[in-house]
């Protein structure tokens, strides 16, 4: 039982090429977050979405687009793929506003030629 | 913006203790959070200090002080699968947002 669950889990592209990657989670959390993980492993924060409303947009190219179809889920999609795109994207969920306490999925590898 | 500071770097042997220092400067300031991380996994949640003080939980205790912006996170009977990175991040308000450190990498030695 996968609480944070994303897949992709490794993805290799080239560049300029379009990609997506899914998240659910099934512990009835209303607050999602994307995060990227560089090589550095930096852990920086891109999109949080409440209730499916977008709350947190952190000055994220427009090439990345978040979508949440619902509470449970929350996907991200990019376009025009870039070499710097290239990291560990790590969705995660937490219960109303406390962010204090994330709940991490095990991280989609991006891998951009 | 938030900014914080932890060591990048500190070894110790199995059986010791070992403290993670972190400061931190950021406005709209709720709490100090800690995670683990090994490689090529995902960050795990290990504590939550929002008030002054001292919270344990087995092994592993985290402290606060909030007029010194500063936090540590403690784990005593150092264990060879305590060998991961930590990660101390602020929940500031404002969209409640978790914003990390750099992470400090602890090497567990025998």
């Known amino acids: 039982d996968t609480a944070v669950s994303q897949t992709p889990k490794y993805l290799v592209t080239q560049m300029g090429n379009d990609k997506s990657i899914k998240c659910e989670q099934n512990?009835?959390?209303?607050?999602m977050y994307w995060y990227k993980q560089d090589s550095k492993k930096f852990l920086k924060i891109m999109f949080s979405?409440?209730?499916?409303?977008?709350?947190i947009n952190e000055t994220v190219p427009n090439r990345f687009s978040p979508k949440s179809p619902d509470k449970a889920h929350l996907n991200l999609h990019i376009n025009s793929l870039e070499l710097g795109d290239s990291a560990v994207y790590f969705c995660?969920?937490?219960?109303?506003?406390?962010?204090?306490?994330?709940?991490f999925g095990e991280g989609s590898r991006l891998t951009v030629l | 913006g938030q900014s914080l500071e932890q060591p990048s770097e500190v070894t110790a042997v199995e059986g010791a203790i070992v403290q993670i220092n972190c400061t931190y400067q950021t406005s709209g300031f709720y709490g100090l959070s800690w995670y683990q991380q090994h490689d090529g996994g995902a960050p795990t949640f290990l504590s939550y200090n929002a008030l002054d003080g001292l919270e344990e939980t087995g092994r592993f205790s985290s402290f606060l002080s909030r007029s010194d912006s500063y936090g540590y996170l403690l784990l005593q009977e150092l264990q060879m699968k305590d060998s991961a990175s930590y990660f101390c991040?602020?929940?500031?308000?404002?969209?409640?947002?978790?914003?990390f450190g750099t992470g400090t990498q602890l090497k567990v030695e025998l």
């Open positions: 995660a969920s937490s219960l109303g506003g406390n962010a204090g306490e994330l709940f």
């Open positions: 991040a602020v929940f500031t308000g404002g969209g409640n947002k978790l914003t």
């Open positions: 512990l009835g959390h209303d607050t």
């Open positions: 979405y409440n209730n499916k409303e977008l709350i």
